[in-house]
């Protein structure tokens, strides 16, 4: 059981590239999520997903899309990249309990667009 | 809308003392779920604990232990007898629906 994997690691994009981040979870888990952490800040939720077909904006969308076309697979997209997307990204999962929505979270993406 | 906020930016302590890291909420929900996170410097987020609004029984698990208060709306994380493993970013979460609102972090240094 491997939990949230995410890839890659690190990655350097120059502006106007554009690229994927991939996150998987193999938890069976209906909810993903994206969020990214700027230096000193917590975590700012990107976008967001309840199951297979069904993605909605979180806090800071702008800049980015996803899909999520099967239940452990949920990619973030970044078009055009900017400097300010300069950033560390955390995918998560969850399920819900009958305690809440406990998220799991990846190792995280650290992204540098230059 | 939610709120989580962490007054504290960074605290510092040498080893063996007793540290309290401190999260006030705000939320017009009736039925609310309070985490705690803990990042070391590897990166990672690492759950620590969960708190539903109905519970407000103090909860010690080994050195950790957290106090929730509702009357305040905070939800107090103490750490006894501080190691230097204990090192690292902590964020305090608010459920809001099926999402999560954090802090902004602690960053706690613990000096041997």
């Known amino acids: 059981n491997a939990g949230v994997t995410q890839t890659p690691k690190f990655r350097i994009l120059k502006i106007g590239q554009s690229m994927t981040l991939q996150c998987a979870q193999d938890?069976?888990?209906?909810?993903m999520y994206w969020y990214r952490q700027d230096p000193g800040m917590g975590l700012k939720l990107i976008y967001y997903s309840v199951g297979a077909g069904i993605t909605d904006k979180g806090e800071v969308p702008n800049g980015y899309n996803v899909s999520r076309s099967t239940t452990e697979d949920f990619p973030l997209r970044l078009e055009l990249a900017a400097p300010s997307q300069t950033s560390v990204y955390f995918c998560a999962s969850s399920q819900r309990t009958g305690s809440g929505y406990e998220q799991y979270f990846g190792p995280g993406t650290r992204l540098t667009v230059t | 809308a939610q709120k989580v906020t962490q007054a504290q930016t960074e605290i510092s302590v040498v080893e063996k003392e007793d540290v309290t890291l401190d999260c006030v909420y705000e939320?017009?929900?009736?039925?609310?779920?309070l985490f705690w996170y803990k990042q070391p410097p590897s990166g990672e987020l690492v759950f620590l604990i969960r708190?539903?609004?109905?519970?407000?029984q103090n909860e010690i698990s080994g050195r950790y232990s957290w106090n929730f208060q509702k009357s305040t709306s905070s939800f107090n994380f103490t750490i006894t007898a501080s190691q230097v493993v204990d090192s690292a970013v902590y964020f305090c979460?608010?459920?809001?629906?099926?999402?999560?609102?954090f802090g902004a972090g602690t960053i706690l240094r613990v000096k041997s």
């Open positions: 939320t017009r929900d009736t039925t609310y779920y």
């Open positions: 938890m069976n888990h209906n909810y």
């Open positions: 708190r539903n609004s109905f519970d407000e």
């Open positions: 979460a608010l459920s809001e629906g099926n999402k999560l609102v």
